[in-house]
């Protein structure tokens, strides 16, 4: 009995001894140390480097568990958010706004993507039929836009810096892409905006471009953001979210045809596009800036989307990036 005994505490020595050896972040347990997130996402290129995360374990790199909810509208992102049924999503700092109007509730926590030269994010486009060829031929023009929405004020903010006036510029509410889409191939639309790469599918189809955001990154970008719960409650889990995004961006950007299978797979990019649809280069970890955040409030406060200031330091939070 005492050999057995013996035996016993030698091989649970042992094992203590093994466990204590093993490399930090090892075992079944680590890829779960700070929790789960749940993150709505709309088919759209911004989330890219979330889907390469996934793909490359890099969540699970980084000790987080993350729960991709794919959703066909920001409608219904936002009753997920409302609801605490997503934690987290890919919006604008707008979106953040009006989330916050009463109380905060979310977070902006990193660019997500940003224009850049090259690569717009929205693009002001023409029918083909209409015979607009640059913004001076915008004025008095109906555009279709998603009004209230980071696409208006986009389009206003670019023909403004072109020289229109705001009696110039005028937009006719077009909600659904697809419908702005077909509008402007028939000619019925002579103008519209369109998000990357449905701009490029409707270049190709006959559409002109007049102008993108490229030139005016401050107007075009998207955020990752959290609400302030999940934030306060698990900061840790969301800081390793972002280093796993980070690392995913510059897989990414290093090598941007890596990826081809998931543009198709995850529905990000129109078939017809896949072989020649350039993917943009996306921003390391930053956040926007307050006078960024600023412009966008004074726009939306104009529209009347927003009677009072919402605070920038409440609602962009830095301190999580890696």
Known sequence: MRITHSFFFVLLALSLVLSA???????????ESTGTLKVATLPIIDTLPMYVAEAEGLFAKHGVTVELIPVASAPERDQLLSAGQADGTINETLSVMLFNKDAIQ????????????????FFILASGKSGITDAQGLKGVEIGVSQGTVIEYVTE??????GLSSDEIKTIAVPKIPDRMALLGSGELAAGVLPDPLASLAISQGAVKVLDDSTHPEYGFSVYSFRKEVVDKNPTAVSAFLAAIEEATSLINADPTKYTSLLSDKGLVPPPLLETFKVPTFPAGEIPTEEEWNDALAWAKEKGMLTVDVSYSDSVNGTLLP
């Not at 050896?21 to 890829?31: H, L, V």
């Not at 979310?106 to 994010?121: C, I, N």
């Not at 903010?157 to 072109?162: D, N, T, V």
Request: proline share 6%; aromatic share 6%.
């Open 157 to 162: 903010r670019l023909l403004r810096a072109e």
């Open 21 to 31: 050896c093993a490399p930090a972040g090892s075992g079944e347990g680590a890829n």
């Open 106 to 121: 979310m977070q902006a926590v990193r660019y997500a993507l940003r224009p850049t030269e090259g690569f717009g994010h």
